[in-house]
């Protein structure tokens, strides 16, 4: 079995790393305030608006005046369906079981809630009287208008932060890059103008950078100077042997010395 390692799913680059450091906790964050957001305060908020409509439904279908129903914002009719339709709500919608449950709680002998239907209204079916009837009002009288505008508000700021801490994290990893790509082209003896810049670990990698350089170079001029003074001291010596030998007479061992020389 293989062992799971993060640093595989990991961005290779320290400008990857540091955005997903960045972009992680705040999509973390983004998705528990939601959960909260959609679970507690938007259900609190849709129980409470649909026990009031209960109530209000439920007056109207006590009240002895036939108008009632029209002025609280009911249309009340009866249904020719032989059968009761089922409770149905879409998937997307966070709150209809909530919708649902507190209506069939509240207003008397509910047949079926749907909340699938296109003029965004809410259907209930009850029976009254053994008579099967149909109320129909509007939905957004049990739920909460606009619950999308926390959630944009804060994608938005999300997306604002994000941009300006990659653009923050681009330029301090730039002159970490520029260090590297000097360390490089030193190493294969060229010189880049380097310059310590940015945080103070960086310029604290820099400025050794700058001293290791010129310590080398130091190294460099010095081995230089002493192959020089060597190459110098042997120069002599063998021009004189070479002196020496060319006034010899030709042989096999004389030839060989020469070559030597």
Known sequence: MKKFRLRRYLPKSLLGRSIAILVIPIIVIQLIVGY???????????????????RTLTYALSSSDPTAAKQLGFNIYSSSDARPKAD????????????????RNNVPNVD?????????????????DGQRMV?????????????????????????????????????????IRLLARSAEAFGKGRNLPYHPRGATEVRMAGQAFQAMKTRIEQ????????????????????????????MLDDNEEIEHLRQDV
Do not use: C
């Not at 998937?91 to 909530?98: I, M, N, P, Q």
């Open 88 to 103: 149905h709500h879409d998937w997307s919608d966070f709150t209809g079981r909530h919708v649902i449950r507190e209506l």
């Open 135 to 175: 109320a129909t009002f509007n939905r957004s009288r049990v739920s909460a208008r606009n619950p999308h505008q926390l959630l944009v508000a804060m994608t938005l700021a999300s997306l604002l932060m994000i941009a300006l801490g990659v653009i923050f994290l681009r330029n301090q990893v730039k002159p």
């Open 36 to 54: 909260i957001f959609f679970d507690r305060l938007f259900r609190d908020v849709t129980i409470l608006k649909t026990q009031e409509v209960s």
């Open 219 to 246: 190294q460099i001029q010095q081995r230089t100077l002493m192959l020089s003074g060597v190459s110098h001291d042997l120069r002599t010596p063998l021009t004189r042997f070479k002196l020496s030998l060319s």
């Open 112 to 128: 079926y809630v749907q909340l699938l239907r296109a003029d965004r209204s809410v259907e209930l079916g009850f029976t009254q």
